[in-house]
C-alpha cells in the first residue's frame, strides 16, 4: 500500500459516490477543506472541472441576493475561498491560465462599492496564485494596468495593502518579477497614489502614506520609483491635494510623506549629500524649494488651524486640544531646518519672523505638551546655530527672543519645580549661549539685555548638569535617551528639568494626550 495515498474516510467521499450531487453539498461538509488539501484524487478531479472553479470563483467575487440562505451568503464564499488557496498545483494552474475566471477576480474591484469582507477574500486568492504562478498574475497586470487603479481604494483592507506592499517591495526580487519597479513607473503608479489624497478618498490616505513613506526609506538613489515620486510633476500633485478644502486626512498624511521625503535628504539618514550648505534656493533639492514656496500657508496653518477642537484638561478648564495639523507642520519644519541649507534657513527668519515669535508662544500656550515644547525648540535651536550671522543678528532683534527666554525662566520657582517647558527654555538658551561665543556682534548684543548674564550662566549650568552634548537630541534616531544612559540619578529623572531628555518627534502621538488624541481622531 503506498501510504502517500492513504487518508482516513470522510463524509465528503460518500457524496463524490452518489450518482448525482452539487458543488453546494460538498461546501456544505466541514471536512471539504481538508480533504481538498489533503489531494484526494475524486474530490480534486471534480473541483478542477470548468463549472466548478467558476462557481467557486463566483461564490468570492459576487454578493449573494438579500433573501438568499445563511449558507451562501456567509459559509459558501470562505468555504470557495479556503479550497482556492489550497495550494493544489492543478488548480492553481487553471485559474492563471484561463484569463475568464482571473480576470473575474480583478475585475471585482471595478465595483467601487464592493463589498470590502468580499474584497479581503479575493485579494487574498490573488495573492496565493502569485504565490506559486507569479509569472502568470503580472502578466495580466501588466496587460490590464487599468486594475491597479481598481485596486487602490480599497487599500483600506489589509490584505489589499499587503498585496500593493509585495507589489512594490517584493516582487522586483524575485526572478520572476524582474522590472516590476520599472513598470510601475512606466503606467505612473506613484501619480495614482498621491492623486488619492483628495478629500474623496480620505479612509485610505493612512495607508498611501505607509507606502509612500515605506518607498522613502526603503529605495536607494537609484530606484526608479523613488526618483519619480520626488520629481516635480508628483510633487505638484502632493502639494496640490493637500491644500484642497475640507480634507485634514489628506493634509495631515500627505505632509507625513513631505516630512519623511526631507528627512531621506539628511546625510545623516541616507550618508550622502550632494548639495552645499549655501547653495541658493534654485540649486536646492525640489521638495525643498517647495516647502519654501508653501511656508507662508504652513505656518498660518501652525497658529490657526483650519479645524480647532476644544477639550476638558484633567483640572477641568476647557482648553484647545494641540491637534495633529500642528504636529505634522512642525515635523516638516524640524526636518526642513535640520538639513541645514543655510537659503532655506535665512527665508524663514527674514520672511517669517512673526511666526517663530509666535512659534516660541505655542511652547506658553499648550504648557502641558511635552512635543510641542520639544519640536518649537528644535526649530529655534536650528535657526540660532545655523542661520548666517547678519540673518541671526536680525532675528534676535525682531523677535525679542531674549527677553521672553529670561522672562520666562523666572516661571520655575520653589513653589512651582515642575514647569514642563523649564528645561526647554534653558536649552534654547544654551544654543544661543553657544552661538553668542562665536559671534562678537551677537555678543554685544545679548549682553546688552538686562538680565541676559545670569539667565546665560543658568543655561549652561542647566546644560552640564546632565553633560548633553545635543539638548535636543538627534531628530533622526528613534531610540529614547534613558535615565540610564545620561547617569541620571532616580532622584533627578523626576525632576522636570530632565524632560527634555525624554521626548523625540517619533512619540508625537505618546505625548499628546488621549482627550487630544480622541478629539483629532
Known amino acids: 500500500m503506498n501510504w502517500a495515498e492513504f487518508s482516513f474516510p470522510s463524509p465528503v467521499d460518500d457524496i463524490i459516490k452518489r450518482a448525482s450531487f452539487t458543488l453546494e453539498d460538498l461546501l456544505d461538509e466541514d471536512d471539504v477543506v481538508h480533504d481538498i488539501r489533503s489531494q484526494k484524487e475524486e474530490l480534486k478531479e471534480y473541483l478542477l472541472k470548468k463549472e466548478s472553479l467558476t462557481r467557486l470563483v463566483q461564490y468570492v467575487t459576487q454578493d449573494a441576493p438579500s433573501d438568499a440562505s445563511e449558507s451562501v451568503k456567509y459559509r459558501y464564499p470562505v468555504v470557495a475561498y479556503e479550497i482556492l488557496i489550497s495550494e493544489i498545483d492543478k488548480l492553481d494552474r487553471e485559474l492563471v491560465q484561463n ?26 486568492v490573488i ?17 490590464n494596468p487599468q486594475t491597479l487603479e481598481d485596486i487602490i481604494p480599497f487599500l483600506h483592507v489589509a490584505s489589499v495593502f499587503e498585496f500593493l506592499h509585495r507589489l512594490v517591495f517584493s516582487v522586483e526580487s524575485e526572478y520572476e518579477g524582474k522590472g516590476t519597479l520599472d513598470w510601475l ?22 495607508e498611501i502614506s505607509r507606502l509612500m513613506v515605506e518607498i522613502l526609506l526603503t529605495s536607494g538613489e537609484t530606484s526608479p520609483l523613488l526618483q519619480k515620486v520626488t520629481e516635480p510633476e508628483s510633487l505638484d500633485t502632493l502639494f496640490e491635494k493637500i491644500f484642497l478644502p475640507n480634507n485634514p486626512t489628506g493634509f495631515r498624511y500627505g505632509m507625513t510623506v513631505i516630512s519623511y521625503m526631507l528627512r531621506s535628504l539628511n546625510p545623516e ?10 547653495a541658493p534656493t534654485e540649486q536646492l533639492p525640489l521638495v525643498v524649494q517647495k516647502v519654501i514656496q508653501f511656508l507662508p500657508k504652513l505656518m498660518e496653518n501652525v497658529l490657526s488651524p483650519p479645524s480647532q477642537r476644544m477639550i476638558t484638561n484633567q ?37 517669517h519672523s512673526d511666526f517663530l515669535a509666535s512659534a516660541f508662544e505655542l511652547i506658553l500656550q499648550f504648557s502641558m505638551n511635552n512635543f510641542c515644547h520639544l519640536v518649537v525648540g528644535r526649530i529655534l535651536a536650528s535657526i540660532i546655530s545655523l542661520a548666517d550671522d547678519d540673518t541671526i543678528i536680525e532675528y534676535i532683534k525682531k523677535s525679542s527672543l531674549p527677553q521672553a527666554l529670561i522672562a520666562h525662566s523666572n516661571d520655575v520657582t520653589p513653589t512651582t519645580p515642575h514647569v514642563l517647558y523649564a528645561p526647554f527654555i534653558f536649552r534654547i538658551g ?81 505625548l499628546l494626550s488621549k482627550l487630544e488624541i480622541e478629539a483629532a481622531a
Request: glycine share 4%.
Open 269 to 278: 539618514f541616507r550618508g550622502f549629500d550632494n548639495i552645499s550648505a549655501d
Open 430 to 510: 544654551f544654543i544661543l549661549v553657544q552661538r553668542q561665543q562665536t559671534l562678537d556682534t551677537l555678543n554685544s548684543l545679548l549682553n546688552s539685555i538686562d538680565g541676559w548674564e545670569e539667565f546665560a550662566t543658568r543655561s549652561i549650568d542647566e546644560n552640564n548638569k546632565y553633560l548633553q552634548p545635543n539638548p535636543f537630541g538627534d531628530s533622526y534616531d528613534d531610540d529614547d535617551t534613558d535615565d540610564k544612559t545620561l547617569s541620571i540619578s532616580d532622584e533627578e529623572s523626576d525632576d522636570s528639568s530632565n524632560d527634555a531628555h525624554d521626548y523625540d518627534t517619533s512619540q508625537a502621538e505618546i
Open 99 to 124: 484569463e475568464d475566471l482571473l480576470g473575474r477576480l480583478f475585475k471585482f474591484f471595478q465595483n467601487p462599492n464592493a463589498n470590502p469582507l468580499l474584497a479581503n477574500l479575493v485579494i487574498r
Open 315 to 351: 483640572l477641568g478648564q476647557t482648553v484647545e486640544a494641540f491637534g495633529f495639523i500642528r504636529v505634522t507642520i512642525l515635523q516638516c519644519l524640524d526636518h526642513f531646518l535640520a538639513l541645514g541649507y543655510t537659503t532655506a534657513i535665512n527665508e524663514v527668519v527674514s520672511s
Open 185 to 206: 513607473t512606466q503606467i505612473n503608479f506613484h501619480k495614482s497614489l498621491l492623486s488619492k489624497f483628495h478629500p474623496e478618498s480620505a479612509v485610505i490616505h493612512p
Open 127 to 143: 495573492c496565493s496564485l502569485m504565490n506559486s504562478r507569479l509569472a502568470g498574475v503580472l502578466d495580466y497586470i501588466k496587460k
